[in-house]
């Protein structure tokens, strides 16, 4: 399992094609008001395929922390890759 992750993107290079999206394997949908992956919540599958295939690289990213979380919703996916970290 890899570490929860929060995604940034550059809306002014973002040419809106929709890879991310469309290569994303989360069952629930996320997705920004853009039509790009979401980028206010963490991705606690973090498979990077979304940065990887967009063609104007403009998808960055960070670890996630329990304050990227709706309050009290940290996941067990979050905790996991806290402990493998210490
Ligand atoms: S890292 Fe994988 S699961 Fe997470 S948003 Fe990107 S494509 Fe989807
Ligand atoms: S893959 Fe990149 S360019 Fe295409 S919609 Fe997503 S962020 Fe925008």
Known sequence: MNKPVLFDINWNAC???????????????????????????????ACMVCEMICPVTTITHRDAVPSDYPEGKVTEAFREGEKRQN
């Open 15 to 45: 040419i809106n094609c929709g890879a991310c999206v469309a290569v994303c394997p989360q069952e629930e949908p996320f997705i920004s008001p853009f039509d790009t992956i979401a980028i206010d919540r963490p991705c606690d599958i």
